[in-house]
């Protein structure tokens, strides 16, 4: 009888434990800015050399690490984003709670680019139109390392790895399963084909002029028209056109439309940054709404969206 009573409490218990609810898991810092955006997307800006994160209506912002940030770049399929800064590149991990900047490399000086090499095969860098001067590469494999390219003049940086633990113990992170896609220009022949004139068309390989891309959400197409030479920068000039009227316009956003291409609809290539549903997008400089207006952003550099999306342009 007592062995009865025992086996009885011991399967009471039993049920008592599984009727209890599953804890769920501790909100990660990027659910943290996707709640208080409320319905609104995320993105990232440099600004005064801090990372912000801000809402697309601005109600919401938040310091993410604070100057002096010389560049930033960021990863929305992990969740990470890299800073550069005071000679050292770190790394902050969006799937903490709260998280903190992780050195990964010091000494690596105030000139050159850095690159980071995944696993699979990926190239993380700033997109940039002017020449730089070297490269410090960080090589996120099975065995990390740095190399350093280029640096023709001078003495090159002597960079250090210091985050190789965090780098072996990060490996194999997983990604998320989102859009994070660049759709670059020119095309050459890949893509569509709009006629323009001679004297707007300055592209010095024939079949460039005139290949265009869609331009995320709006329905209108991004129209590569050639390139101004600078003397250590590229200065690439596109249109936007509506293909339902054939009219163009000025990017990043036209106020008039005209049904002829000419010098004056003549603006920036981007890249332009759209969020996940193609209605919101940036330039460096501005953030604007597909069919709605343009706000300025001051000094800031857009860098992206919390939940990936489109880069369209060059």
């Known amino acids: 009888m007592a062995r009865f009573l025992v086996a009885a409490g011991l399967a009471g218990c039993s049920r008592a434990q599984a009727q209890q609810p599953l804890q769920a898991p501790p909100a990660t810092f990027t659910d943290t800015l996707r709640k208080a955006a409320g319905e609104q997307p995320v993105f990232f ?46 790394v902050v991990d969006f799937r903490k709670a709260n998280p903190a900047p992780v050195p990964i490399v010091a000494n690596m000086g105030d000139e050159g680019e850095f690159v980071i090499l995944t696993k699979d095969k990926r190239s993380l860098r700033i997109p940039g139109v002017c020449v730089v001067r070297g490269s410090i590469e960080v090589k996120w494999l099975n065995h990390p390392s740095i190399r350093v390219r280029g640096f023709d003049e001078g003495e090159p940086p002597q960079p250090r790895l210091l985050g190789a633990n965090w780098l072996v113990q990060e490996l194999k992170r997983g990604a998320r399963e989102i859009k994070v896609e660049r759709v670059t220009l020119p095309v050459f022949s890949e893509g569509p084909t709009v006629k323009l004139p001679r004297k707007l068309a300055k592209c010095a390989t024939p079949g460039q002029c005139g290949t265009a891309v869609g331009f995320g959400g709006s329905g209108w197409q991004l129209v590569y028209a050639g390139e101004d030479q600078g003397e250590d ?35 920036d290539c981007g890249p332009y940054h759209f969020d996940q549903s193609g209605k919101w997008y940036g330039t460096d400089t501005q953030l604007c709404a597909t069919g709605g207006t343009c706000r300025p952003l001051g000094d800031a550099v857009m860098l992206g969206w919390l939940d990936g999306g489109q880069d369209v342009g060059t």
């Open 233 to 267: 920068c590229q200065h690439y000039r596109c249109l936007l056109r509506d293909p339902a009227t054939g009219r163009f316009g000025k990017p990043p956003l036209p106020t008039t439309w005209s049904p002829t291409a000419n010098a004056a609809l003549v603006g």
């Open 45 to 90: 800006l440099l600004s005064s050399g801090a990372v912000e994160a801000r809402s697309a209506d601005e109600t919401m912002k938040r310091s993410i690490v604070p100057a002096p940030v010389q560049e930033a770049l960021y990863d929305a399929a992990l969740d990470l984003l890299w800073v550069r800064r005071e000679g050292r590149l770190e």
